[in-house]
């Protein structure tokens, strides 16, 4: 879904911008904004979606983009164009483990095609799917930036690198 297909409703400027979210996520989202000059709030888009995003258990709502937009005072289609280009940002519920297998070209030639019909035989669930219990989500990227380490996958925060199905059941087996 893309920023077009959002309906323009959005959260009313307000004056109390605690309102908006817990005391915990709006700390967090200033001390992004302090790292930019007065007036330049708005360059914390990315840093405030994701604090957002992982505060509601990975993925934004619409409602949750607009708040931002009020939160860092800019038009809400600003952040629904930073929301829907970036592969980081989810729109719709993930699994407990967002599983991220780079496609591109290292990790192709490497065999993440071969490794991404594993896991898809493995999980019962094919690429954008969540398992049926909530626990995995596949998502097929664009570069994560470890060609050398080709083909790999991220969870969460941490990089798998030299794959093979082997050591892809036994991370996947290994996590809660």
Same mark, same amino acid.
């Given at each position: 879904?893309?920023?077009?297909?959002? #309906?323009?409703?959005?959260?009313? #400027?307000?004056?109390?911008?605690?309102?908006?979210?817990?005391?915990?996520?709006?700390?967090?989202?200033?001390? @992004?904004?302090?790292? /930019? #000059?007065?007036? @330049?709030?708005?360059?914390?888009?990315?840093?405030?979606?994701?604090?957002?995003?992982? +505060?509601?258990?990975? !993925? &934004?709502?619409? $409602? &949750?983009?607009?708040?931002?937009?009020? !939160?860092?005072?800019?038009?809400?289609?600003?952040? !629904?164009?930073?929301?829907?280009? /970036?592969?980081? /940002?989810?729109?719709?519920?993930?699994?407990? *483990?967002?599983?991220?297998?780079?496609?591109?070209?290292?990790?192709? %030639?490497?065999?993440?095609?071969?490794?991404?019909? *594993?896991?898809?035989?493995?999980?019962? %669930?094919?690429?954008?799917?969540?398992? $049926? +219990?909530?626990?995995?989500?596949?998502?097929?990227?664009?570069?994560?930036?470890?060609?050398?380490?080709?083909?790999?996958?991220? %969870?969460?925060?941490?990089? !798998?690198?030299? &794959?093979? #199905?082997?050591?892809? +059941?036994? %991370?996947?087996?290994? &996590?809660?």
């Amino acid at each position: 879904m893309g920023f077009k297909n959002l #309906p323009m409703t959005t959260v009313k #400027p307000t004056e109390n911008k605690e309102q908006l979210f817990s005391a915990e996520v709006r700390a967090e989202i200033d001390t @992004w904004v302090a790292k /930019y #000059p007065e007036g @330049w709030q708005q360059s914390a888009v990315m840093a405030a979606l994701r604090i957002v995003q992982d +505060d509601n258990g990975g !993925y &934004l709502t619409q $409602e &949750l983009m607009d708040k931002v937009a009020a !939160y860092l005072d800019m038009p809400p289609i600003s952040v !629904y164009e930073v929301a829907t280009f /970036y592969s980081m /940002y989810e729109r719709n519920k993930v699994g407990k *483990h967002k599983v991220c297998v780079c496609t591109n070209v290292s990790c192709m %030639i490497n065999g993440s095609d071969k490794l991404v019909d *594993h896991m898809e035989k493995k999980l019962g %669930i094919t690429l954008g799917q969540t398992t $049926e +219990d909530g626990k995995f989500t596949l998502k097929e990227v664009e570069c994560l930036g470890a060609c050398g380490g080709a083909p790999m996958f991220q %969870i969460g925060t941490k990089y !798998y690198e030299n &794959l093979t #199905p082997e050591l892809v +059941d036994s %991370i996947l087996d290994g &996590l809660e």
